[in-house]
C-alpha cells in the first residue's frame, strides 16, 4: 500500500467495532482509517530519531502492507496504530542493521537505534508532529517546498492532492518532495521545538501547512467532511497557540477553522447534494464551534494586529451572523476582502473577491476582476466555477455551459462535480431576468469562496 500514489484511503468512520478475522474488506477498512487518522503521528514517531523520513515512511509503508494479509488471518487488534508502529520500528531496525546500510552510512546509535520507541505510545504523543513540521519549516529547506513538505510527511497528503490544490505539476512537486526529505537527513535538522527566538520565523509555514490540511481536504467528496482531519487541523492551531498564546495570527488560524468547520453540517443535503453557502440553513451549524471561534477572536483583536488569517477568520465570522441576523452584510465582507487581497494576494483571494464583488456591486464587475487574472486563473477551478455561475446571472447561457464545463473538468471532487453539472443542466429551463438580482448562492461551496 503506497501511500503516496495518490490512492491514500479517504474514509473516516469512527467507533467502528471490532472485526473478526477472515474479513479482506474490514482489514482493508481498519488499515484506511489508520492511514488517515494516524500516518502523520506514527511517521514523526519513526522519524524523529534519525531524521530519515524516507527510511521512516518505508517502514511505515511495510507496516500496511502486513496490515492488509495480517489482520484478515489474525483479526484487527485492538490497538491498530499501537500495532502499525511496533512492526514499522521493526522494519527500522533491520534496515538500520542490515549490509548495505551499514556500508552505506555511518552507523551513529544516538540517531540509528529504535530501542526508544519501544514504550512509545502512539495515542498518547501528539507534539511530535509540531516538531515534524517545523523541521521542515527549517532554513535549510527551499521555502517554496516547505508547506507542499509538511501536508505530504506529517499529515498525510499525496503529492496529486497537493499538487492540485497548488495547481502544480504531480510529476515536478513529487521530485521536489524526494529532494526535500534528503535534505533533512543530509543536514541532520533535529527533530526539536526550537526556542521563541526562533519559532516565528518558522511559523508562517507552519501556519499554511495547518490551514492546507484543513482546506485541501474539504469536501471529501461524500456525504460529510472528513473528521479527523478537520480536528487534526484545529488541534494543531490550538496547539500553536499553546506555545505562543499572544501571537495574533495563531489565533486567527484557529478561528479561521473554528468558524469555517463549524458550517460543515450544512454543507450537504440528506439526498448528498452540495449545498451552496448562501443556501445553507444556518440553524445547522456548530455554535459551540462559532463560539470557540469568537474566543480566538477576541485574543486577535486585543493584540491590536490583524494579518491573514485574522482577516480570513473575520471573513468567517461576518458569514456566521447570518444565524442571528438572517443576512449577510456584502459590503463589509467586500471591505475584509479587498483588505485581504491587498495583504495576501492569491488566485484564491482574488477569485474570491470577484464573488463577494459580484454580490455587492453586479455580476459583471466581480467578471471583470475575473478577467484581470489572465492566464493565471487558467487552470485555477474556483475561476471557472465562479464565471460560469456570473454569466448564468447575467443570462449568457453559452458562455455559461462552456465554463460549467471547464470547472467540470478541473474538478476531482465527485460531489463538487455533481453540483456543477446539475447547474449546467439546468440553464435549458432557466427564466429570463435573473441578472438584475442577487445570486442565490454561489457555485463554489469550499473555503475561496466561504
Not at 485541501?216 to 494543531?236: F, K, N, S, V, Y
Not at 455580476?363 to 487552470?379: H, N, Q
Amino acid at each position: 500500500m503506497d501511500l503516496n500514489d495518490g490512492r491514500m484511503p479517504s474514509a473516516h468512520l469512527p467507533g467502528t467495532p471490532p472485526v473478526p478475522a477472515g474479513s479482506a474488506g474490514s482489514a482493508g477498512e481498519a488499515a484506511a482509517r489508520a492511514a488517515r487518522d494516524g500516518y502523520g503521528r506514527l511517521l514523526a514517531l519513526l522519524a524523529a530519531g534519525s531524521g530519515d523520513i524516507p527510511a521512516a515512511e518505508d517502514a511505515l509503508g511495510d507496516a500496511f502492507e502486513r496490515a492488509l494479509t495480517t489482520w484478515v488471518r489474525d483479526g484487527i487488534p485492538d490497538s491498530p496504530e499501537g500495532w502499525l508502529l511496533a512492526v514499522a520500528r521493526n522494519r527500522l531496525k533491520d534496515h538500520w542493521k542490515s549490509a548495505a546500510t551499514r556500508t552505506g552510512v555511518p552507523l551513529d546509535p544516538a540517531r540509528h537505534d529504535a530501542l526508544h520507541l519501544d514504550d512509545v505510545d502512539p495515542d498518547a504523543v501528539g507534539d511530535r508532529r509540531l516538531e515534524l513540521m517545523l523541521v521542515c519549516a527549517h532554513p535549510a529547506i527551499d521555502p517554496d517546498i516547505r508547506t507542499p513538505l509538511m501536508l505530504n510527511t506529517v499529515l498525510g497528503f499525496t503529492s496529486a492532492q497537493i499538487a492540485g490544490a497548488l495547481a502544480v505539476t504531480p510529476t515536478a512537486l513529487a521530485a521536489r518532495l524526494v529532494r526535500a526529505k534528503r535534505r533533512i537527513k543530509e543536514a541532520r535538522i533535529p527533530f526539536v521545538i526550537p526556542d521563541r527566538t526562533v519559532l516565528p520565523v518558522r511559523l508562517a509555514h507552519v501556519l499554511e501547512a495547518v490551514y492546507g490540511a484543513y482546506a485541501i481536504d474539504w469536501p471529501i467528496g461524500g456525504t460529510q467532511q472528513r473528521p479527523a482531519m478537520a480536528g487534526e487541523a484545529l488541534h494543531l492551531a490550538e496547539t500553536l497557540a499553546g506555545l505562543l498564546p499572544r501571537d495574533s495570527e495563531v489565533h486567527g488560524l484557529a478561528a479561521l477553522i473554528c468558524l469555517s468547520a463549524a458550517r460543515a453540517p450544512a454543507r450537504v443535503h440528506g439526498d448528498g447534494e452540495l449545498v451552496p453557502l448562501g443556501e445553507q440553513d444556518p440553524a445547522l451549524w456548530d455554535t459551540s464551534l462559532i463560539a470557540r471561534g469568537h474566543e480566538h477572536l477576541r485574543v486577535v483583536h486585543a493584540t491590536r494586529s490583524l494579518g491573514r488569517f485574522g482577516l480570513e477568520a473575520a471573513i468567517q465570522a461576518v458569514h456566521c451572523a447570518r444565524r442571528d441576523t438572517g443576512t449577510t452584510d456584502w459590503r463589509v465582507l467586500l471591505d475584509l476582502h479587498r483588505s485581504l487581497h491587498a495583504l495576501a494576494p492569491s488566485l484564491g483571494s482574488s477569485t474570491a473577491l470577484a464573488v463577494v464583488t459580484a454580490e455587492a456591486e453586479g455580476p459583471e464587475s466581480g467578471l471583470a476582476l475575473l478577467d484581470e487574472l489572465g492566464e493565471r486563473g487558467v487552470r485555477f477551478q474556483p475561476v471557472w466555477a465562479t464565471r460560469a455561475h456570473l454569466l448564468e446571472r447575467l443570462d449568457h447561457t453559452a458562455g455559461a455551459v462552456a465554463a460549467y464545463d471547464k470547472a467540470v473538468s478541473l474538478t476531482t471532487d465527485p460531489l463538487e462535480r455533481r453540483h456543477l453539472e446539475r447547474r449546467r443542466a439546468s440553464l435549458s429551463g432557466r427564466t429570463a431576468g435573473r441578472a438584475s438580482g442577487p445570486a442565490s448562492g454561489g457555485c463554489y461551496a469550499g473555503p475561496v469562496a466561504e
